[in-house]
């Protein structure tokens, strides 16, 4: 079946350098996409949504983009800090029936000191 | 602060018991889910509602059962027919857009363990 999945399990950084995380989708009819961050023992937090119809969104210190033609979506954290150390899940919703949506596998984002 | 309320954060079963898990939110979202969680995975979908008194089967409800017969709760029943039912169970809500994409808030989850 059609899945979301990640390039990399783990992402070690240095305090203050700048992250990305990458994702791989492969269901073409997906057109909502979604960013969670999950710190140990609690529930996936949201972090930056982006719809089909736009290839860069901006929030606070993180970037999402989208690439249709390769079916690609990253998140990008500027001047990573301690507190940003998680596992970051991508979702995508394909639009047939909302909340369900298919998440990653996720990558662990380590920031050192 | 509105959010979600999963209790208990951890939960120890026998084997062959039914267990329920609650869930409460105070967002009036119309929508919640049931995502189940295991150790490296992502979250899979048990059961979603989209509104009081109907729910949908997601891609792994078997051993299952939910109801909602409020807005606010969503309360899941683990049955003793789910074979494998040790994992971290996750309920979400979201507002319903009507386009269908809405970003899930999830609470804090519930650790059950059933040896």
């Known amino acids: 079946g059609e899945s979301v999945g990640l390039h990399l399990p783990t992402l070690s950084v240095q305090e203050g350098d700048n992250s990305i995380i990458n994702c791989a989708y492969s269901?073409?009819?997906?057109?909502?996409f979604i960013w969670y961050k999950q710190e140990s023992g609690k529930g996936p937090q949201f972090i930056i949504d982006?719809?089909?119809?736009?290839d860069k969104r901006q929030g606070q210190r993180v970037t999402v983009l989208l690439n249709k033609t390769v079916k690609h979506l990253s998140l990008q954290i500027a001047a990573t800090q301690p507190g940003d150390s998680a596992v970051y899940f991508c979702?995508?919703?394909?639009?047939?029936?909302?909340?369900?949506?298919?998440f990653g596998q996720g990558t662990i984002l380590t920031v050192h000191p | 602060d509105g959010g979600i309320t999963q209790s208990p954060k951890y939960l120890f079963r026998k084997e062959g018991q039914n267990v329920t898990l609650s869930c409460e939110q105070n967002?009036?979202?119309?929508?919640m889910y049931w995502y189940r969680q295991d150790p490296g995975q992502g979250l899979r979908l048990i059961y979603y509602s989209q509104i009081v008194n109907d729910f949908q089967k997601g891609d792994i409800a078997e051993g299952y059962s939910v109801s909602r017969e409020k807005k606010e709760s969503f309360p899941l029943t683990v049955t003793s027919a789910q074979k494998n039912p040790t994992a971290f169970y996750l309920c979400?809500?979201?507002?319903?857009?009507?386009?269908?994409?809405?970003?899930?808030?999830f609470g804090n989850g519930t650790r059950l363990t059933v040896t």
């Open positions: 967002l009036n979202h119309d929508a």
């Open positions: 979400a809500s979201s507002t319903f857009y009507g386009t269908g994409n809405s970003p899930l808030h």
């Open positions: 982006i719809r089909s119809n736009m």
């Open positions: 269901n073409s009819a997906s057109d909502y």
């Open positions: 979702a995508e919703n394909s639009g047939t029936s909302y909340g369900k949506l298919t």
